[in-house]
């Protein structure tokens, strides 16, 4: 019997029951103010003192104040020497004159003489130019003579040194130089080296004469420079390679009598004479050497004086081309750039100069006073304490929060103690190292007031409120009226005359709508804990659905009642 009465009942209520209908409710678009901000919670503490440290260093001169005296904002507390810092200024004025003057100068058109001196630096580069050159084709001349002198000697000089070494003058079946070699090698093996020697170079200074010689008979003081300059640089190889075969046969003729000498033997006359010849030689080639290679070097000079040359005349016409087309916009520009670091490097030295006057920062008593007349100090130097009976709040953000607040931001400011008062203030301080506590980070901020309330007092709970933004006259919707897909956001809007508008927003508890809902899409601005910042996609009067009311969950709970109300116990 039971099952049949809550069956039926539960049936009955299915067909009778009122239909599941939602509701909205509406929220207007309109013009207002949206102001962002961070809060934070604190106490109140005391600003008592600043330590008085100078920006400068220097020597303390006089002291105006004794400790425990009561000081107004700007009063001079002390006084630092400041001759080198007056002296700097002055400098600094100077400077920045020159600097003014300069410019003024590269902007004034050249004078007739400056014009004539670029002219003559310009002709007497060329001037360099053209003597070098001139220079250049005399030591091509000089240098072709010297070796056509050279070349009337190399071959006396060579056939000297074959008669030297190759004649029979000794023996008419020994050559000279294995005479040479053979009368001493019992007393020195050492010869033998000098024998091989002496016959290696006269060789090799034979070869690469010949071959000198044929290239000499093919070349005239006509040839290109290249050629006679590349015949000059052989010729000096040449002639060391003759030298090199004299001073070897000099070696073997020398041990050879030195050694015969030594032993009590009287050497050979004829090797007299021919120690004699060889030196004659030598003397010669030595000349021809310093000659060659003199010319070397002069070539090489004039032709660095050509290029050195060619770049100063470069030089001196973009000089006097730049010079009568006058000052371009780059040197202007960095004249001004110059103008500008002296005007602020005598803007630093004004600074420092006015460092060495150390006025109160404010109103208050002076707590201590740390230096006398004559002490030396600088910009780390604690000069004194003053003590303020200004108040601050001190309170703490999470690291989200601190990153927006900035010096100077405007702040409102609550007190448990007096719920009736509320004063604006300004960020004073904010900390640049966070504190961590169980894994969180937090940031001290302290806020400064001007008005000064005797029944605030120092360990005060505080609430402060810091805008970090604000906007004004701009059209705001409630935060549940704007809804986000994806990286968009939209509202429903509803469009209806101004009367349905009117009658809507008069129903707070909720309408069922008969007209229709368009998804607007919207580009918003700032937001806070209740409106969004509408930039584009609304006008202000216009209606939006901000919430749905429904009607199913009332239901489902009155049903949930029913089903414990009518439950079997056991089944």
Known sequence: MLLIIGGGYFGYKNLTGDKDMAKYVMAAVERGTIIVSVSGSG?????????????????VVAVYVFKGEEVKTGKLIMKLDDTDFRRAVK?????????????EELMSPPDELTLLQAENSLAQAEESKQKAQDNIKKTYEDSFNNIADAFLNFPTIMAGIYDVLFSYNFSVTQQNIDYYSDAVKIYEEKVLQYKTDAYNKYQAARTVYEKNFQDYKSTSRFSDTEIIESLINQTYETTKDIAEAI????????????????????PQTLSNTHLSNLNTYTGKTNSYLLTLLSSQRTIQDNKEAIIDAKRMIEEKELSLAKLKAGADELDI???????????DALSEAEQNLAGCYIYSFFDGVIADVGVKVGDSVSSGTELGILITKQKIAEISLNEVDAAKVKIGQKT?????????????GKVLEVDTIGTTSQGVVSYGVKIFWDIQDERIKPGMSVAVDIIIDIKQDVLILSNNAV??????YYVELVEASEETKQQLLANKSGVILSTPIKQQVVEIGLSNDLYTEIISGLKEGDIVVGSIISSTTQTQTNQSQRNQEFQIPGL
Request: glycine share 2%.
């Open 483 to 488: 809804k986000s897909q994806e990286d968009s």
């Open 247 to 266: 001073k070897s046969a000099n070696n073997l003729i020398q041990l050879y009598q030195d050694k015969l000498i030594e032993r009590g033997f009287k």
């Open 91 to 103: 400098d600094a004025e100077t400077s920045l004159e020159t600097a003014k003057l300069e410019l």
């Open 333 to 343: 520009r960095a004249k001004k750039i110059v103008i500008q670091q002296k005007e």
């Open 43 to 59: 106490q109140v503490s005391a600003f008592n003192q600043i330590e008085i440290k100078p920006k400068v260093s220097s020597e």
């Open 412 to 424: 409102t400011l609550t007190f448990d103690a007096l719920p009736d008062l509320s004063i604006s």
